[in-house]
């Protein structure tokens, strides 16, 4: 039974950087085809996807977030975490983290998400 | 820019069958495309229902496929339940990104 789950701070001021981790429990971030993306959804928005990173450390960003992203593992606690840069309140969402099985690259499983509030 | 478009909202009665569709402005909807569906209910994350084309999961009713349908991905539910109002995304894979679709709201009246 593979679950994730999203960890952070669920307020932020705007210019800040955000760090949003990952922990995942039922299989190794190391597998080969495992990839953990995220992906946000504004309120009452769609879910928009930003980013990927492979078994093999590779990583893929959505471009329309200009550099904003970063993203890293930690294989010895089974965790991924996000870096968001100079967060704006357009960055209020609720963030997930998902398991990709990157042979068919489907988003099989989901974290229950966390709202993360934009704000001065 | 990539935009993939859902219609905003349908309606379906109990018992009836409704198509979904997920289009890209740039092209088709091809198998390489990978296309997959979920499902959100308020106050839940998504839940997955369809990966490649038209392949279901363990959990996935039978009453729910996929396919494509003129250059589109499609999502098919047939004798829908009331449990089956929610909103429903479509993903698509191209050149290593990946895009969701607008979303759409099925009301079952």
């Known amino acids: 039974q593979i679950t994730l789950k999203e960890s952070g701070p669920t307020l932020a001021k705007p210019t800040q950087t955000l760090t949003l981790t990952c922990t995942v429990s039922g299989v190794s971030i190391s597998t080969i085809g495992v990839g953990v993306g995220w992906v946000r959804q504004p309120p009452g928005k769609a879910l928009e996807w930003l980013g990927i990173i492979y078994w093999d450390d590779d990583k893929r960003y959505n471009p329309s977030l200009n550099g904003r992203l970063a993203l890293m593992k930690d294989t010895s606690k089974n965790q991924v975490v996000l870096r968001v840069t100079n967060v704006d309140p357009v960055d209020t969402a609720t963030y997930y983290c998902?398991?990709?099985?990157?042979?068919?690259?489907?988003?099989?499983?989901w974290g229950q998400g966390l709202l993360v509030t934009v704000s001065s | 820019q990539t935009v993939v478009t859902q219609e905003p909202s349908l309606t379906v009665s109990p018992g009836g069958t409704v198509t979904l569709t997920c289009g890209f402005n740039?092209?088709?909807?091809?198998?390489?495309?990978?296309s997959s569906w979920f499902q959100q209910k308020p106050g839940h994350a998504p839940r997955a229902l369809i990966y490649s084309t038209r392949n279901k999961y363990s959990w996935t009713p039978a009453r729910f496929s996929g396919s494509l349908l003129g250059g589109k991905a499609a999502l098919t539910l047939s004798n829908v339940q009331p449990e089956d109002e929610a909103d429903y995304y479509c993903l698509l894979y191209s050149g290593g990104g990946y895009f969701f679709g607008t979303g759409t709201k099925v009301t079952v009246l």
């Open positions: 998902t398991h990709i099985n990157t042979n068919n690259e489907d988003f099989d499983y």
């Open positions: 740039a092209g088709t909807v091809t198998p390489n495309s990978f």
